[in-house]
């Protein structure tokens, strides 16, 4: 496969400046690495961006350059425990009595640590770039990250479990938390949202339209995104916010009121029947 985004040392270099330093008759840190680039490039496609936005890219500078990091600092954090490489102020390595030796655990976990933390704040970036991308809106990708209404990987730092026994990136942990509320937010949409509604909303908070209809579905899809964070952490059912989301649903669109779950909400109808304590001639 040919590689799109890091496709030569001077790439890794554009990354990751004077870190890399290079001797002369040694093997390059890019060629060291080709396959995990290879690897890393075809997360980033396959899980994030999809083949055809990744082919039209090239030409947006910006969305380039961050899958070019995307793609170099996930490398390098599957490269390392096998490279033996700590970041230092001359480059990588260890320098002790002006030798390189190789880096202690802890080192290494935490130049791994970086790579990810850079890696993240990156698809961070990424992600508003491609909600504007036409290409994007119509890939497989785009239908898998429109399921949940937990798009945003900031989120993980909101999430519990994440700050007590963080996961290895912000990354794994909205995954995590996406599938973890899979259920719960379906029973959102069964019993309040409806799924008509909620797949509306989802769809409209990774993009962006700016019509009032979009608008205005991001700002429930907050309050919603509120309540499932909530839910995971423990915490009470938020019952006044999900109430006003309804209430807002029930006097102004008319998709909920064609929905199923508008059914819950409908006034009884009284029958003047003989069986009624009301009952008169």
């Known amino acids: 496969m040919t590689m799109i985004f890091v496709t030569s040392q001077s790439k890794l270099e554009n990354v990751f400046g004077n870190d890399i330093m290079v001797v002369e008759g040694e093997t390059t840190l890019f060629d060291k690495i080709k396959l995990e680039l290879a690897a ?19 030409a947006d500078s910006t969305i380039f350059n961050l899958c070019v990091t995307i793609v170099a600092c996930d490398a390098l954090r599957r490269a390392i425990p096998s490279l033996d490489l700590v970041l230092t102020p001359n480059g990588f390595g260890v320098v002790q009595n002006n030798n390189v030796v190789p880096a202690s655990k802890e080192r290494v976990e935490r ?9 993240d704040f990156a698809i961070s970036r990424l992600y508003p770039m491609l909600y504007k991308t036409e290409s994007w809106q119509s890939s497989e990708q785009r239908e898998f990250w429109a399921r949940s209404p937990l798009q945003d990987l900031h989120l993980a730092d909101t999430y519990k479990l994440h700050r007590e026994n963080p996961f290895p990136s912000k990354w794994d942990a909205l995954l995590a938390m996406r599938e973890y509320s899979e259920g719960f937010v379906t029973r959102l949409a069964e019993r309040y949202i409806s799924f008509e509604v909620m797949a509306r909303i989802c769809a409209a908070m990774c993009s962006d339209g700016d019509d009032a209809e979009s608008v205005n579905d991001r700002v429930l899809g907050s309050k919603i995104v509120s309540v499932v964070v909530g839910f995971l952490n423990g915490m009470m059912f938020k019952h006044q916010m999900i109430d006003a989301v309804v209430n807002h649903l029930r006097k102004n669109d008319e998709t909920w009121k064609a929905s199923s779950v508008a059914e819950y909400y409908a006034e009884p109808a009284f029958k003047n029947t003989k069986d009624s304590k009301g009952y008169w001639f």
Do not use: H, K, P, Y
């Not at 890393?40 to 090239?58: H, K, N, P, R, Y």
């Open 40 to 58: 890393s490039e075809d997360w980033l496609i396959s899980q994030i961006v999809g083949d055809a936005t990744a082919t039209s890219m090239v």
């Open 111 to 119: 130049l791994m640590q970086s790579c990810v933390d850079r890696r």
